[in-house]
């Protein structure tokens, strides 16, 4: 007889074998469901996930984006009006010449950005 795999008796008197290596088996068949479902989660909802994560950042980032967009045009704005102040033929705190060279600005920028587009 193998050393390990003595008949141990049971409670009505019958014996029975055992073996050691299928003394684990409840691990082994956790250890593989969990494998499994594991597999099938990443697989199916780790996809959703990464998805959904780099929707939300990149919403957030544009949001912030727009924000400081925003913020940057009011200090140029701003920038400029205090500029255009020195000026001796335009009285302090006058905006008309500030809004002026920035409507130049953009109008700029904007053609040089229409000359560039295909078609």
């Given at each position: 007889?193998?050393?390990?795999?003595?008949?141990i008796?049971?409670?009505?008197?019958?014996?029975r074998?055992?073996?050691t290596?299928?003394?684990?088996?409840?691990a082994?068949?956790?250890?593989?469901v969990?494998?499994y479902?594991?597999?099938?989660?990443?697989?199916?909802?780790?996809k959703a996930?990464v998805?959904s994560?780099?929707?939300?950042?990149?919403l957030?980032m544009v949001?912030?984006?727009?924000v400081?967009?925003v913020?940057?045009?009011?200090?140029?704005?701003r920038l400029?009006?205090?500029?255009?102040?020195?000026?001796?033929?335009v009285?302090?705190?006058?905006?008309?010449?500030?809004?002026?060279?920035?409507g130049?600005?953009f109008?700029?920028a904007?053609a040089?950005?229409?000359?560039?587009k295909?078609?």
């Amino acid at each position: 007889m193998i050393p390990g795999n003595e008949p141990i008796p049971d409670t009505a008197g019958a014996s029975r074998m055992t073996d050691t290596v299928d003394d684990d088996w409840p691990a082994k068949v956790t250890a593989t469901v969990v494998h499994y479902v594991g597999t099938v989660r990443d697989a199916t909802t780790g996809k959703a996930l990464v998805a959904s994560r780099t929707a939300v950042y990149a919403l957030a980032m544009v949001l912030i984006g727009l924000v400081l967009a925003v913020l940057l045009l009011v200090i140029l704005i701003r920038l400029l009006v205090t500029v255009t102040g020195y000026l001796p033929f335009v009285e302090a705190g006058e905006t008309w010449l500030a809004y002026y060279l920035l409507g130049g600005i953009f109008v700029i920028a904007g053609a040089i950005l229409w000359s560039k587009k295909e078609g």
